[in-house]
């Protein structure tokens, strides 16, 4: 922060060398140390952080897990053709949809949009709701009535889905990027009201007055002393949240407003696939199963961090 | 209690205006609001230009939100694309959405809050770990795939139910549909009656409770769940608005012509006039279902006393 060590030099220079940070510090590590301490022996976070990192390679590197093509079909291979379960991580694997697409190979490329969809929304959200929520908290009076009593729940008022729908019915061809938009617009409302009770309880404790009563000023206050206190229940939340927007994705592309066809998600796959529920269901079920097994992943490891940071749950 | 309901009602105002607003916006701006009139193709620039000054779209939007308002609160809600009344639509499509809420808050209540009682009292045992991993699987599986599957099982392969709701929409036909809309809310009711559960059964007051020597049942009823219902209640309450919003997905599934196939006919169509009236009409109940939940409170919680 260079700009704010020009305004008030002396002011901080007696804030750092008195009490609170070394205080501060040995704290935060004991809160964060210990969660650590107790997620390493957690099962929950340990299967899901492991699923979710071979997610991410995946998505990062879909090359590396099969070698067919998602977007060539061939009418050869009919999608009646019971899929060969025996032939693990070939192109016949799981079977063929419509187009004579292999399956599995659209499985594995269809990865990386829903894990760009989940963490670019939830990016979005947190800095959003985490800004309008703190500033909310911090401030109090009128601002926190306007930003929280009126705007949060002006947009937390308007149905989440119905919402994504009526901003993703206005763009012809949809892309990752304004289907994250979409989400992000509406969906920024609970880190909002998290950030602000989060904030509320902080902005009492001891070391923020004594910062207050040394000179420092609002932004250093609110982003050296508020903001790494009251980012444990944001990032549950946030985590949590992911796997939440992701299927919020594959469900806009059921009701046909999420990302439109030459994008290849788990979303567009399963909607593709439901014509042919009753006598292919292969082309349906895997794609959910791999969505499944995604929006579970972050939410199991969302309640692994709550847990770990709660010590009311030991 | 009155002064109380009273500044509520007043704090609720402005936030219906807003929401109303905001998506009065969403679907003026961002969309067309005559595209939908003239079928799937584009209007001609003379009927559309005609189109525009006999609807008062030429105007600002700010005097169109007024005059929408306006029209609004004398019982006019527009028309729709095809001509019909939006009341009408209304009418015709609240009371089947109504009743799959119902449906769904019931199996909310009934089966989320035995499940969170008996695992919340048997924390730690085998019932509780696979109920809550149950919870978790529920919560990751989309609706919409909950849905499509048991539709495909228990409609299409065994026979049970009817695959799509007749067009009535009585009770017994909603079940299914219900259940599937309530599932995530489900799994959430259970975890949090779970965690309430837990908490409050360490209280002191359910200690003097046992101490006295009052029987298991009537702790747990009378002690435990009074105490604990609170947050669960808020939870349900605040679900009413998000379930007849959210119903959109299910009532696609299964073919019920309620509200959620009203938007989605309205949205896909662009009929602006159905697209805010239902809106307006949803946010209201998610208003008044909060302040509800509030008043409860007082009911429930003899702590808690409105001034």
Known sequence: MPDMTKTAPEAEAIEDALAPPAVKAEK?????????????????????????????????????????????????????????????????????????????????????????????????????????????????????????????????GIPFLLGSMVVLQSFTSRSVWVVSLALAFLGWTQIARVMRGAVLTIKQADYVHAAKALGASTSRILFRHILPNAMAPVIVVATISLGVFI???????????????????????????????????????????????????????????????????? | MGRYVIRRLLQMIPVFFGATLLIFLMVNVMG?????????????????????????????????????????????????????????????????????????????????????????????????????????????????????????????EWGVIRPTVSPEAPFNELLIPGLVLASVSLAYVTRLTRTSIAENSRADYVRTAVAKGLPRRRVITKHLLRNSLIPVVTFIGTDVGALMGGAIVTERIFNIHGVGYQLYQGILRQSTQTVVGFVTVLVLVFLVANLIVDLLYAVLDPRIRYA
């Open chain 2, 32 to 156: 067309d609001p005559i595209a939908g009139l003239c079928g799937d193709k584009a209007c001609d620039p003379a009927t559309a230009a005609q189109l525009k000054k006999e609807f008062g779209l030429d105007k600002p939007v700010w005097q169109q939100y007024l005059t929408y308002m306006g029209n609004v609160f004398t019982g006019d809600f527009g028309t729709a694309f095809n001509g019909q009344k939006v009341t009408e639509l209304m009418s015709a499509a609240f009371p089947v959405t109504i009743r799959l809420t119902i449906v769904a808050i019931l199996f909310e209540i009934v089966i989320g809050i035995s499940l969170g009682v008996v695992t919340g009292l048997r924390r730690g045992r085998p019932v509780d770990t696979v109920v809550l991993m149950l919870t978790l699987i529920v919560i990751a599986i989309p609706v919409f795939v909950t849905g499509l599957l048991l539709q495909l099982l228990l409609g299409v």
């Open chain 1, 247 to 314: 299927s919020a994705e594959a469900t806009l592309s059921y009701l046909g407003l999420g990302l439109s066809s030459p994008a290849i998600s788990w979303g567009v796959d399963i909607s593709g696939g439901i014509a042919q529920i009753r006598t292919a269901q292969h082309i349906m079920l895997y794609p959910s199963i791999m969505l499944s097994i995604t929006v579970l992943a972050f939410i199991m490891l969302g309640e692994a961090v709550r847990n770990a940071l709660d010590p009311k749950m030991r």
């Open chain 1, 28 to 156: 935060a590590r004991s809160l964060w140390g210990d969660a650590w301490a107790d997620l390493r022996r957690n099962p929950y976070f340990v299967v899901s952080s492991v699923l979710i990192l071979v997610l991410l390679v995946i998505a990062a590197f879909p090359g590396w897990f099969t070698s067919a093509s998602p977007t060539t079909g061939d009418l050869v291979h009919h999608y009646l053709g019971k899929p060969e379960l025996s032939k693990v991580g070939s192109a016949e694997w799981l079977g063929y949809d419509v187009q004579g697409r292999s399956v599995y190979a659209r499985l594995i490329h269809g990865t990386r949009a829903s894990i760009i969809v989940g963490i670019s929304v939830t990016l979005l959200v947190t800095v959003i709701g985490g800004l309008i929520g703190m500033i909310a908290g911090y401030f109090g009076g009128w601002i926190d009535a306007l930003l929280s009593g009126f705007i949060t729940n002006v947009f937390f």
